[in-house]
């Protein structure tokens, strides 16, 4: 099993691999840039070979990055839609350069225009972003906390955009325990965990969870709020 922190990039991406090790990590995630812009600095030349040395030197794998907060790939507002669409681009052309395998992506919100909308509008922005990024990594969907006007509360709702977008191979799960909690998923007991388990089987595939967000919840089962 790999465990691992979501660690910061202060000063340098590569620091974030001495800030893992320096814990007892071995696997980390992290923001390739501001996590709360739209502009991101150019990576330099040396911080991407000496973060690639890193990671291959300490056995750090796999490496998640996670995309910045602004984006929402679901939003019904033009501006904000191609901008996201831009930024997930972007993000994915940079942890290919990187050697970052996964990226990891929040759904958004639909801003009241309703699930089919979003999930429509979210499986467009995949399919652009495929289209046009390169091929070695691959996209994460993260569960939701099921809040109001959200998409991706549901493993089924995952399970859809999944099986409609153009590039089913290259997408997985980041399964996040808290969200999941929130969204009306038990995972209290042995049993319940079991349960759950095979529901993602059932819907997305186990072979698809790539990474586990391990949180607990500050609400309780169907709070629908993000609290960890």
Request: charge should be negative; glycine fraction near 8%; hydrophobic fraction near 35%.
């Amino acid at each position: 099993m790999r465990v691992g922190f979501h660690v910061s990039i202060y000063g340098s991406v590569d620091r974030a691999v001495d800030r893992a090790l320096e814990i007892g990590c071995n696997t980390l995630q992290i923001f390739t840039r501001n996590p709360r812009g739209w502009t991101a600095r150019p990576l330099r030349d040396e911080e991407v070979q000496a973060f690639i040395i890193k990671v291959e030197g300490n056995d750090v794998r796999p490496v998640f990055s996670h995309m910045p907060y602004l984006s929402n790939l679901a939003s019904p507002k033009d501006e904000v839609y191609t901008k996201s669409i831009e930024t997930l681009i972007t993000e994915m052309n940079r942890c290919e350069r990187l050697g970052i395998p996964y990226l990891v992506t929040h759904l958004g919100s639909h801003l009241g225009y309703g699930v089919k909308m979003g999930l429509e509008r979210i499986i467009k922005a995949i399919d652009e972003a495929f289209s046009v990024a390169g091929d070695r990594v691959t996209l994460l969907l993260e569960n939701t906390a099921g809040a109001k006007n959200s998409v991706g509360g549901s493993l089924t709702e995952l399970q859809y955009i999944i099986e409609q977008t153009t590039y089913p191979d290259r997408i997985g799960i980041c399964f996040d325990t808290c969200h999941a909690f929130a969204a009306g998923y038990d995972l209290r007991t042995e049993k319940s965990i079991d349960e759950v388990i095979r529901e993602i089987e059932k819907t997305v595939g186990l072979n698809r969870l790539k990474l586990v967000h391990l949180n607990d919840s500050r609400g309780g089962l169907h709070a629908h709020r993000d609290g960890h």
